[in-house]
């Protein structure tokens, strides 16, 4: 049973890169983790805030920091980097809260600092390297290469409607 599992999650993953690499490209908002650089789907983005202490919530995972009153909207607040595996750093006038608007819900993600908005062609994303099990990659959708710098894509949505994250209903 776990095989016919893992078969069907790596046979997902793969059309899921094979679509992200014919995808017809667009605009990217850029942010970074430490030292690495992302881009998630512009349209997905609702704003960008400066970072305010959530209010936790008790027994949360670490990674969801708590949530915040938005124009009086609950928003749960996830640290990418936290949630990622980076290194942690102390928030610091640069950190920023995106606020997502991801299968009709809003929530926000901390990142180090957003750089810029990119429109990359479809020729410019490269499809992401398969590393099988030993890393999850189901939600990058391909890396970019722009003025030397490596852009690692991001599906913001699969992030989010991941059942450890339990924010979003993956049904939909």
Do not use: W
Request: net charge negative; glycine share 6%; charged share 25%.
């Amino acid at each position: 049973m776990d095989m016919i599992h893992e078969a069907s999650h790596v046979a997902r993953h793969e059309a899921a890169r094979a679509s992200a690499a014919t995808q017809s490209g667009g605009e990217f908002l850029t942010f970074r983790l430490g030292a690495e650089e992302y881009g998630i789907d512009i349209l997905k983005v609702q704003e960008i805030r400066s970072y305010e202490a959530p209010t936790r919530i008790a027994n949360a995972p670490a990674f969801i920091k708590g949530v915040v009153n938005l124009r009086g909207v609950i928003v749960p607040i996830v640290d990418l980097r936290l949630k990622l595996g980076c290194d942690s750093n102390d928030y610091n006038s640069f950190t920023v809260v995106i606020v997502l608007n991801v299968r009709g819900r809003v929530v926000g993600a901390v990142v180090d600092s957003v750089s810029d908005v990119l429109e990359l062609s479809r020729d410019s994303i490269k499809p992401a390297p398969e590393m099988a099990s030993a890393v999850d990659t189901s939600f990058i959708t391909g890396i970019s290469s722009v003025n030397d710098r490596m852009l690692i894509l991001m599906d913001i949505e699969e992030l989010m409607a991941s059942a450890e994250m339990g924010l979003i209903d993956s049904t939909h």
